[in-house]
């Protein structure tokens, strides 16, 4: 009897907190993205080595994405999710290096923004990598609520250095909390969760720092691999170990009665790196870094009890720039913003077995609009350069463009360009339009921050 007395007012507590969230018609969002993760690197995926329990079962519980798209890339993937804007707006075509004189334009409006005046509590618990050189450009300036992670990546698991500097923080100050990063990140979902104020949804933005280099995991995970070689063995004992901490978010849901009244998304920022080595990007070319699908096709899922279907796949292709457009919809907020966005609204396609909304996803690589890639239908074509062993370097074969039917031919080894040259002439014309006026790289335009 003491005990009930107790436990009433907690159970009182979830119960109201998902029942208000679930009245105001907003559901609560946890977006979780993985670092440099392989296409093929999680069960659901096809993966018959790398225990993903917790990922498999919100597959199963929900819809496999075969054929999302982002960008070669950390940064450019992030901006394109955060803004719906593909990097030939925003100029985020590369990495934003730690003390580099440009980020994410301040005009952009972020999705943090748009969810926070649609009433939600929004979070980013992980790696931002969208500028810090300037305070406007943190993420507690660009709609996030609460902010607890790192600014940018390679930072090392354990202690959270990078090149002798610390880059751990909270709410944007420096945070000296130790321990592993996968754990403290899965730490501080699951607080905020469980501390969420009923009153309004919830916008957690999960994006891990595993398993990006350097390759670390504590010895409990990796006693999971014993037959696995030394790298290789570190490499999917991180992947099993963002896999548990998954679990424990979900769970954390489900404890605060939010599970009902939560879309999940989880998603790779790009290709796995290494391919064969590292990750299995099966049965895509070639990795991150570069346009071909493996470097920029992503593993991903969507999960809501009762709006997503179970147990289904999307082969439509679709862009993370499509997230802005879709939850903001579903989120019942306006998404009219200043700048047009490149984003469709795809919930059709998730939830009615709908075509994509695109005629043509744009695909650009690092080196901005001179090079990148376009996909329409069945074919894809890539012009300029195509491989990240250099800013000019000519695709494999030397031609000067790359038609695949990447439908009928995933791992892009058959160029059709020239016995398909109308085909070629068709979807350069649409490249060309869709990068008519492009801005300049972010790092070449010496973006400045206010006076």
């Known amino acids: 009897m003491k005990a009930s007395k107790f436990l009433l007012p907690g159970i009182v507590f979830c119960l109201l907190s998902g029942w ?49 798209y982002g960008q070669p890339l950390c940064s450019p993937t992030r901006a394109a999710l955060l803004t719906g804007r593909y990097p030939v707006h925003t100029g ?32 980013l618990v992980g790696k931002w990598h969208l500028g810090e050189f300037d305070e406007a ?3 507690t300036k660009r709609g996030f609520d609460h902010q607890y992670g790192c600014w940018f990546g390679m930072v090392d ?41 009923p009153e309004k949804p919830l916008f957690l933005y999960l994006a891990f720092t595993a398993v ?15 037959s696995l070689k030394v790298e290789q063995r570190t490499y999917a004992a991180m992947v099993s170990a963002m896999d548990e901490a998954i679990g424990r978010v979900v769970a954390a849901l489900e404890a605060a009665g939010l599970r009902e009244n939560t879309l999940i998304v989880f998603s790779s920022d790009n290709g796995g790196l290494q391919p064969g080595k590292l990750a299995d990007n099966t049965p895509l070319r070639s990795g991150k870094g570069t346009i071909y699908e493996g470097g920029i096709r992503l593993n991903a899922l969507v999960n809501w009890p009762g709006r997503i279907p179970a147990g289904r796949q ?19 907020i306006s998404a009219s913003p200043k700048l047009p966005l490149d ?40 012009v300029g350069p195509t491989e990240k062993t250099g800013e000019d370097v000519q695709p494999l074969d030397g031609k000067p463009v790359e038609l695949y039917n990447v439908t009928a031919d995933q791992g892009e080894k058959f ?37």
């Not at 790398?50 to 929900?62: F, M, V, W």
């Not at 720039?321 to 939850?327: G, I, Q, R, S």
Request: overall charge negative; charged content about 25%; proline content about 6%.
């Open 314 to 332: 999307v082969d439509e292709p679709l862009h993370v720039v499509d997230w802005f457009p879709t939850l903001t919809r579903l989120a019942k």
């Open 212 to 226: 990006h280099m350097p390759i670390q995991v504590p010895a409990e995970y990796e006693a999971l691999y014993p």
């Open 415 to 451: 160029n059709l360009a020239e016995s398909n040259p109308d085909k070629v002439a068709e979807l350069r014309a649409r490249y060309d339009q869709l990068t008519t006026g492009a801005v300049a790289s972010g790092h070449l335009a010496a973006i400045k921050a206010p006076e």
């Open 343 to 382: 984003g469709k609204d795809i919930w059709p396609v998730l939830t009615a077995g709908a075509r994509s909304p695109h005629d043509a996803i744009l695909l650009c690589s690092t080196g901005g609009a001179k090079s990148g890639a376009i996909r329409m239908g069945d074919f894809k074509l890539l």
């Open 92 to 123: 985020v075509y590369r990495v934003i290096l730690p003390q580099a004189r440009w980020g994410l334009p301040l005009a952009e409006r972020t999705l943090a923004d748009a969810l926070r005046e649609g009433g939600y509590e929004t979070a």
């Open 137 to 139: 450009y943190l993420p």
């Open 20 to 68: 208000v969230a679930a009245a105001s018609g907003k559901p609560n969002i946890v977006y979780i993205i993985a670092d440099d993760l392989g296409y093929a690197d999680t069960g659901f995926a096809g993966n018959r080595v790398i225990k993903t329990p917790h990922l498999d079962q919100l597959a199963r519980e929900g819809t496999i994405l075969n054929s999302l």
């Open 157 to 197: 698991h354990f202690t959270h250095f990078r090149n002798g500097i610390l880059d751990w923080h909270r709410d944007d100050q420096l945070s000296k909390d130790e321990g592993y990063i996968t754990k403290l990140l899965a730490d501080e979902a699951c607080r905020l969760i469980r501390d969420k104020r």
